[in-house]
């Protein structure tokens, strides 16, 4: 068992398709991620169950279409709140996620 089962959970999505098996493909499982450069630079679960993800991204591949960063939000948001003690999730830089 992992000592930061969050962060590593966040990192396995940040690697994105390549972790997907080829019976979740069929299905049509899929990820807006790896994007290039992006990366979990901290987190911090505080007591009242909001988690702090503090990520880089040099190239600004988290900005685009209301669509696509809305998909790129959810799916890091929903993979953190698995874990019980995730009440909410916020993002830092604050510029993260624009369209």
Do not use: H, Y
């Amino acid at each position: 068992m992992s000592k930061t089962p969050i962060k590593d959970t966040i990192e396995l999505l940040l690697k994105g398709k390549e972790n997907l098996s080829e019976e979740d493909l069929q299905k049509g499982i899929t990820s807006e991620f790896p994007l290039e450069g992006f990366k979990l630079k901290s987190l911090n679960l505080k007591d009242d169950g909001t988690l702090i993800l503090e990520f880089e991204d040099p190239l600004n591949k988290t900005v685009g279409g209301a669509c696509r960063v809305g998909i790129l939000w959810f799916q890091i948001e929903q993979t953190a709140k698995q874990f019980n003690q995730v009440k909410e999730v916020k993002f830092l830089p604050e510029t993260l996620f624009q369209p």
